[in-house]
């Protein structure tokens, strides 16, 4: 049974389902899946993600020209997985089923990302590349072959962003905090993460509380988290439940002071909750190198994207996982999912000629694959190369809100967190 989509949903996928009609390009198409939640808590993300997945494939496409990418043009169909793991599987079985896509682009969150791996796109041999799943159990189903060397991911692992976030947190005076994260297997494994790096740097967590989300009130959660008289707050969420949430703490008389995970960043969040409440606030996020890939992606999106910037929460993953994958199609010379998997790591391992985003960049880089040339896509979230389980290494932004606007005021490199480990795990 086709899943039945909600109003909203459907409004937005009537917008963002395919790139644009583009002139001189082939008359067939092929067509990837997309499985990502448009509605629900983690909606924001998976809107900014298709409007960026849009933009890469009208890119690749205008590069291409009639000649096309393997003989087509791209396009996806998009699904709405509700931000719910069961929707997402299910969504997912009738691309690959119905519709015999060899790749999907999603989940959003890990806990849809992780049974549509395994049970759909592993077990099938499709490839999926996920631009926002962070939890560090995807490695773990990676290193035991449940993923089967199918799964790719533009962000990096909350292994390395729960300990970026410990750090980042005692440099800003946060050495005692409470904790209320999302109870899935992101927010677990978040927690976990920072907890252990937290702990060993000398802070102290005085409460824990899990909550479960699309809750209409968080009352109970946000009462139970205040009884220790905490002196601030990490939220471990998403911005639709995060904005009740903190707003809630705000309304009971929680100290206003805040750490966020990626994400939060988010102009509805800061909306939502009011800005005046935010000023003591502070986050970390997967960072970026900049590069001309950056440069272009920071003026092109906005001007076709329908209110989101540059910054949108997975935004930047969402455009260089639909960059690779599409370089990877030109590679492949197949629209076929073995081919496809394994040219993954050829455009984006080094010694090839350095090609970057946009119409300019992509007709160089198709050009080279054409003459057999190696190249090597260095994007917008900076030069990537997937090791043996599908993961990528980056660096990490440090960010606070000042005056309702999102501050960049630091980055910490992989060399920055892996020293913090070492030092953790002695």
């Given at each position: ?5 909600t ?8 917008t963002?389902g395919?790139p644009?009609a ?13 499985v ?12 900014a ?18 000649q ?21 599987v ?5 691309l ?10 999603g ?10 791996v ?30 089967g060397?199918?799964?790719?991911r ?37 927690l ?25 009130s968080?009352?109970a ?11 601030a ?5 998403y ?10 703490w ?5 100290p ?18 009011g ?29 076709m ?17 639909a ?15 073995t ?26 880089a198709?050009?080279l ?12 979230i ?5 090791d043996k ?13 000042a ?13 920055d967190?892996?020293?913090?480990q070492?030092k953790?795990?002695?």
């Open positions: 049974m086709r899943l039945m989509l109003s909203t949903a459907l409004a937005i996928i009537a963002m395919a644009a583009l002139a001189q390009t082939p008359a067939c198409t092929h067509t990837v899946g997309m990502v939640s448009l509605t629900g808590a983690a909606g924001r993300y998976g809107q993600a298709g409007k960026s997945v849009e933009l890469a494939f009208s890119d690749l496409n205008k590069a291409a020209g009639l096309g990418i393997a003989g087509c043009k791209l396009g996806f169909d998009l699904r709405d997985a509700q931000s719910q793991g069961s929707v997402a299910d969504q997912a079985r009738q690959v089923d119905l519709k015999k896509v060899p790749a999907i682009i989940g959003i969150i890990s806990s849809v990302s992780v049974p549509m395994t049970s759909v796109t592993a077990p099938a041999g499709v490839v999926q590349i996920s631009p926002a799943s962070s939890s560090p159990s995807l490695t773990k189903l990676a290193m035991e072959g449940k993923t060397g199918w799964f790719f533009t962000i990096t692992s909350d292994a390395l962003q729960g300990t970026a976030a410990a750090k980042y947190a005692l440099d800003q005076g946060l050495k005692s905090l409470t904790i209320i994260h999302v109870n899935n297997d992101f927010g677990v494994n978040m976990a993460e920072f907890r252990r790096a937290y702990e060993a740097l000398g802070g102290k967590i005085v409460d824990v509380t899990p909550y479960n989300p699309d809750q209409s968080y009352n959660e946000v009462t139970k988290a205040l009884k220790t008289d905490p002196a707050l990490y939220f471990i969420g911005p639709g439940d995060g904005t009740t949430i903190i707003r809630t705000v309304q009971q008389g929680g206003q002071k805040f750490l966020f995970n990626d994400g939060m960043n988010s102009s509805d969040f800061v909306k939502g909750v800005a005046q409440y935010l000023n003591s606030a502070y986050g970390t996020s997967s960072g970026t190198t900049k590069t001309e890939s950056t440069e272009y992606f920071n003026k092109a999106y906005p001007a994207s329908g209110g989101f910037d540059a910054e949108a929460p997975a935004a930047v993953q969402g455009y260089d996982a960059a690779i994958l599409g370089l990877a199609v030109a590679q492949a010379g197949k629209f076929e999912a081919a496809i998997r394994d040219a993954i790591r050829k455009v984006t391992a080094p010694g090839g000629e350095v090609v970057h985003a946009g119409p300019a960049g992509f007709a160089r198709i050009e694959i054409r003459k057999k040339k190696a190249v090597r896509y260095v994007g917008v900076g030069p990537v190369q997937f389980y599908g993961d990528i290494a980056g660096p990490f932004r440090a960010w606070k809100f005056n309702g606007e999102v501050v960049t005021v630091g980055q910490m490199s992989t060399e967190v892996a020293a913090i070492a953790i795990n002695k």
